[in-house]
């Protein structure tokens, strides 16, 4: 098993733009959740989906979206990008929500100039 | 709004030492509590959570609801612990929102 997988694992856009990230859990996994991480600080949550549906959020503006599909990969959109958007975006999986164990992917590094 | 906070930055000390990763936290409710680790290149992985009561590499780490802790602990630390050490929060009920803490980069001389 590769574990969690994300594409691409490197990203340059320009201000303005609009991307979008990819994540495919682990087999078996039904939730995935993503996460922002800046420099020298700890993940900060965005989303999370379960079976689908949407079952949190962070406290990000609405450019920030995303969807799971019926096999339980996910895409995380960002539009209207800002320079402070730049940072390294993670993927987890888990079987379900709550307290069960998050398996994380290596992330995609997003830079916006 | 729950809040994690790792005072220290950075950790440094020598092997065979006692290593305390400290983590606070505010949360109103009652919290599920984990420890993630991320080594050089690897990516992060839980380490323990405080629900399991478990030791993992050594560490261990309690729940004190009356001084908001869950401070990580080894008797003796080793060079491959070095990595960066994330503690979390979970809130309970039914929104999933994780809240984790800045970070402290473990540095075990040899």
């Known amino acids: 098993d590769a574990g969690v997988t994300q594409s691409p694992t490197h990203l340059i856009k320009t201000r303005g733009q609009q991307v979008t990230l990819r994540c495919s859990p682990i087999?078996?996994?039904?939730?995935v959740s993503w996460y922002q991480q800046v420099l020298g600080q700890g993940p900060q949550f965005i989303f999370q989906?379960?079976?689908?549906?949407?079952?949190g959020r962070g406290n990000f503006p609405d450019r920030f979206s995303a969807r799971q599909f019926p096999n339980y990969s996910s895409e995380l959109n960002v539009n209207a990008l800002l320079l402070g958007d730049s940072a390294l975006y993670l993927c987890?999986?888990?079987?379900?929500?709550?307290?069960?164990?998050?398996?994380f992917g290596q992330g995609t590094r997003l830079t916006v100039v | 709004a729950q809040r994690v906070t790792q005072p220290e930055k950075l950790l440094s000390v020598f092997k065979g030492a006692p290593v305390e990763l400290k983590c606070n936290y505010s949360?109103?409710?009652?919290?599920?509590l984990f420890w993630y680790v991320q080594y050089s290149r690897q990516r992060l992985q839980l380490l323990l959570r405080?629900?399991s009561r478990e030791s993992i590499k050594g560490f261990t780490a309690d729940l004190n609801k009356g001084e908001t802790s869950f401070h990580l602990k080894k008797p003796f630390a080793q060079e491959e612990d070095s990595a960066m050490y994330y503690c979390?929060?979970?809130?309970?009920?039914?929104?999933?929102?994780?809240?984790f803490g800045r970070g402290t980069s473990l540095i075990v001389h040899p």
């Open positions: 987890a999986s888990s079987t379900n929500t709550g307290g069960t164990e998050a398996f």
């Open positions: 087999s078996g996994h039904k939730s």
């Open positions: 989906y379960y079976e689908k549906e949407e079952r």
């Open positions: 949360y109103s409710g009652s919290p599920e």
């Open positions: 405080h629900i």
């Open positions: 979390a929060l979970l809130t309970s009920g039914g929104s999933y929102i994780p809240t």
